[in-house]
């Protein structure tokens, strides 16, 4: 079954060259249940509310699967949050989701659910974030090589509030027909 591997909220606001001069993609796994509101997990932030955050990009997932390919590609783990996302999924083919797709995240009262609303789209600030991870020319081509790679993972909006917390099954409860975030990207 899929499950929930980690949740991350940033662990601190770091200096950006982009136009709001600071960054929040240095996101870290917390211990224990994470409160999920219709902005996205408690304790987060999105520095750059223009392209980042708001209702459609609430929370941001990303497949263990996917970091585990990064990772023999780039020759080092790719740990939880380094790619800025807010929940790091197993078992969960999080490209192939369709616009629209629901998925519950945890089981009872406390289970949120969440929709599918887009790829996400590599930006300048996740380029020089990647630097850290990456050889320094390869740091330059990081956003077409992220792209290229077509493994973006999806945007969520929250239909549901509650906690969700590492370990929580993902179910989904809805896989309407109609393109995937894949095909939205390659039509962008």
């Known amino acids: 079954m899929p499950r929930l591997l980690a949740v991350c909220v ?3 606001l770091l ?3 982009g136009t709001v001069g600071t960054t929040a993609i240095d996101k870290r ?3 224990g249940p994470v409160k999920v509101g219709r902005y996205g997990a408690y304790a987060d932030v999105q520095a750059d509310r223009k392209h980042h955050g708001g209702l459609e990009k609430a929370l941001y997932a990303y497949a263990q699967e996917d970091a585990d390919w990064w990772g023999a590609e780039l020759g080092h ?3 939880p949050g380094v790619f800025g996302e807010n929940l790091r999924t197993e078992g969960i083919d999080v490209n192939a989701a369709r616009i629209g797709e629901v998925w519950r995240i945890g089981e009872g009262p406390r289970a949120v659910e969440v929709e599918v609303t887009m790829p996400r789209t590599p930006c300048q600030t996740f380029a020089r974030r990647m630097g850290e991870h990456v050889a320094e020319e390869a740091a330059d081509g990081w956003v077409r090589r992220f792209s290229d790679a077509r493994r973006l993972g999806p945007y969520l909006r929250v239909l549901r509030t509650g906690r969700v917390s590492a ?6 409860l809805l896989r309407p027909e109609g393109p995937t975030i894949l095909d939205i990207y390659r039509g962008a």
């Open 29 to 31: 796994p917390v211990d």
């Open 77 to 79: 783990e790719i740990a």
């Open 15 to 17: 200096p950006d060259a």
């Open 167 to 172: 370990g929580d099954p993902i179910e989904v």
């Open 10 to 12: 940033v662990h601190q």
